[in-house]
């Protein structure tokens, strides 16, 4: 089974940047997208981000569009979310989660938690103001 570790959490201050990792392992051929979510407390999980395992293609939740950037590296099968201008908005455990899914021509079901099959137990990020 595809699993996945979430790293690079943390407590800055609003203003900074923090970059997240997900380091994938197992089979990874069923893999087709990887996504950030998160969620905050009291608060349903929410989309952040996706890319193409494939083609490196990206689609962004517009909270993070312009401030956060997702990329992955197939050599280390690691997905990284670099985050910047972070705000005290954006306190919320971080998950990365896989789908077997593309979105070449449809990107609607991206920000639907449930399409996605594999989750990894997340990574606490603290913005304070």
């Known amino acids: 089974q595809v699993q996945l570790v979430e790293s690079g959490g943390g407590l800055v201050q609003a203003g900074g940047s923090l970059r997240l990792s997900c380091a994938v392992s197992?089979?990874?051929?069923?893999?087709?997208?990887m996504g950030w979510f998160r969620q905050a407390p009291g608060k349903e999980r929410e989309f952040v981000a996706a890319i193409s395992w494939s083609d490196g293609m990206t689609y962004y939740a517009d909270s993070v569009k312009g401030r956060f950037t997702i990329s992955r590296d197939n050599a280390k099968n690691t997905v990284y979310l670099q985050m910047n201008s972070l705000k005290p908005e954006d306190t919320a455990v971080y998950y990365c989660a896989s789908a077997s899914r593309t979105f070449t021509y449809d990107n609607t079901w991206l920000p639907r938690a449930p399409v996605y099959k594999r989750w990894g137990q997340g990574t606490q990020v603290t913005i304070s103001s």
């Open positions: 197992g089979p990874t051929f069923s893999t087709r997208t």
